[in-house]
């Protein structure tokens, strides 16, 4: 995936990195931060190794999903509470491992969760997790690489990676994974009127970077075709998962892991909930389904 030609030709000097001007580089490495509205929205800003804005995503802020507009080195996230009241936060670029708050316009009693010069550390995923590549080429690097890759919810290939990299963590050392998710339609299990409209997006993959560091995951997921990076939250527990399939389903055994803010939840409690159109009973826990094996 490394462009080592270029990387050679840099180590003897500047004037032979001319000759890689026409190999199309990936983007700097985004940075990015990471703040939670009260549990209630998450929003991830994304800049450029110098500083420059690239992107960004607020998640969950109760009635919208937030709008962004940047300015330099300077994002503004927004959104609209119940009733109209609109909230900003505004973040500066301070350095490149830094990111300051300058400007603060949120509900205080909704949002009490910063202030006008608070400081978070930038975040900056594995190089491979940002590269642009189609879905096929990127299954394809992902298994020459030796990468985790879940085609559909059963594993097919780097399988000892995932485990190389739960045993670490089961031993509370820090540790992390780079694995892909690759998808295709099949016409024999949808409708044609849903094949036809949907076939021309297929085949897609996604990365997933998922990270300990001897106390939290933080766990991040983008489309290998896309800059933008779709998901970022952070969790304290990975729970392991196993059983037998139920009756009429297409595989015998499962092997899950998800992301947690509770240990003591049970598949059946986090099944439960994903079905259940009571409220109360799906904001009990938060979790992630993150690696998925179905076994035949």
């Known amino acids: 995936m490394k462009k080592l ?16 001007s026409s190999v199309k580089e990936p983007a700097p490495l985004r940075r990015g931060v990471y703040v939670s509205g009260s549990g209630e929205g998450e929003i991830y800003a994304s800049f ?13 802020m109760r009635s919208t999903d937030g709008e962004w507009t940047a300015n330099g080195k300077t994002v503004t996230a927004q959104t609209t509470y119940p009733g109209g009241k609109t909230g900003r936060v ?13 400007a603060v316009d949120w509900d205080p009693e909704r949002d009490p969760w910063t202030e006008v010069g608070d400081v978070y550390t930038l975040y900056t995923p594995d190089a491979d997790f940002m590269e642009i590549l ?14 985790p890759v879940m085609e ?12 190389a990299f739960y045993a670490k963590v089961t031993a509370g050392e820090p540790a992390s994974v780079l694995y892909l998710s690759y998808y295709t339609l099949d016409p024999a299990h949808v409708s044609e009127e849903l094949y036809a409209k949907e076939k021309d997006r297929y085949p897609m993959a996604f990365y997933s970077w998922l990270e300990y560091d001897g106390e939290k995951f933080t766990y991040m997921v983008r489309m290998t ?8 939250s952070v969790f304290p527990y990975l729970l392991h998962f196993t059983g037998d ?18 240990p003591t939840v049970t598949w059946e409690q986090i099944e439960s909930a994903m079905f259940s159109s009571v409220y109360e009973e799906s904001r009990r826990f938060r979790t992630r389904d993150v690696y998925t094996n179905l076994i035949d």
């Open 5 to 20: 030609v270029c990387l050679l030709l840099a180590a003897v000097g500047m004037t032979a990195l001319a000759s890689c």
């Open 152 to 163: 559909g919810l059963r594993v097919t290939s780097g399988q000892e990676s995932w485990d």
């Open 48 to 60: 450029a190794a110098d500083g420059s804005w690239v992107g960004g995503t607020a998640e969950g």
């Open 90 to 102: 505004t973040f500066e670029a301070a350095s490149e491992t830094e990111i300051t708050v300058t």
């Open 225 to 232: 075709t896309e800059e933008a990076i779709e998901e970022r």
């Open 245 to 262: 399939a139920p009756q009429q389903a297409a595989f015998s055994h499962y092997d899950r892991y998800v992301l947690s803010d509770d």
């Open 134 to 147: 189609s879905a096929d080429r990127a299954l394809a690097e992902a298994k020459r690489d030796g990468l």
